[in-house]
């Protein structure tokens, strides 16, 4: 089963405008990372925060993470056209085996 | 050249027939491994391998085998292809020093008729 539930399943915005993405799961995580996916192509990883962390920050992106509400949110400021694609969390276990799991990913779409 | 790499890129196969598809990485990683993709159903893992004698089955196993031929080697089988199996393939490398941020092939377009 997903550990990783993702909200909202579709987002269109404006160029320039914030999106913001979440995503929520359900164990005890090492880590928690977000990729990206454009259509039809393989993942690339965006940033990735410990559990330790409660944020942090690369380039117009903005990752915050809750442990206590097992939920974590990416925030894309001054979005582009070029940031149209689909967004996926990814955890890793607290026993850190290696896997990830994926979450159902958010769409987005950004008008120029 | 791209550090991971999948063939082939397409497929169209009818039900039955052996498939395989392979990977190969220049990253030098320890770790790989196949996931499939359906459409709002993310990435689910079939198989991974932690390094050439090591292979574990992943969530969705059933169906489908593998083999780590070398450690840039990973290549994914599907013995007698069914329809349910016509999905988006994806192979990721990883280093198990670096926190397992993963590194994805381009994929393979699979459709099982």
């Known amino acids: 089963s997903q550990q990783g539930e993702e909200d909202p399943q579709a987002l269109s915005i404006q160029e320039g405008e914030n999106a913001t993405m979440n995503c929520s799961y359900k164990?005890?995580?090492?880590?928690l990372q977000w990729y990206r996916q454009n259509s039809g192509r393989g993942l690339v990883h965006l940033i990735l925060?410990?559990?330790?962390?409660r944020e942090k920050h690369s380039g117009r992106l903005r990752v915050t993470l809750d442990t206590s509400k097992k939920s974590s949110s990416l925030l894309i400021t001054a979005s582009r056209a070029a940031d149209t694609a689909s967004y996926f969390c990814?955890?890793?276990?607290?026993?850190?085996?290696?896997?990830?799991?994926f979450g159902q990913g958010t769409t987005l779409q950004v008008k120029p | 050249d791209a550090d991971v790499t999948q063939t082939p890129r397409n497929r169209i196969t009818k039900t039955g027939k052996r498939i395989m598809l392979e990977c190969s990485q220049t990253?030098?990683?320890?770790?790989m491994y196949w996931y499939r993709q359906d459409p709002g159903l993310g990435l689910r893992l079939i198989y991974y391998?932690?390094?050439?004698?090591?292979?574990n089955k992943g969530e969705i196993s059933d169906g489908y085998s593998v083999s780590r031929q070398a450690q840039a080697k990973f290549s994914l089988s599907l013995e007698s292809a069914i329809p349910n199996q016509t999905a988006l393939y994806f192979c990721?490398?990883?280093?198990?020093?670096?926190?397992?941020?993963?590194?994805f092939g381009p994929g393979t377009r699979l459709t099982v008729l």
């Open positions: 990721a490398t990883s280093d198990s020093h670096t926190w397992d941020t993963q590194y």
């Open positions: 164990t005890s995580i090492n880590n």
């Open positions: 925060i410990r559990s330790n962390e």
């Open positions: 990814a955890t890793a276990g607290s026993s850190n085996t290696g896997k990830l799991i």
């Open positions: 990253k030098g990683h320890d770790r």
């Open positions: 391998s932690f390094d050439v004698k090591d292979i």
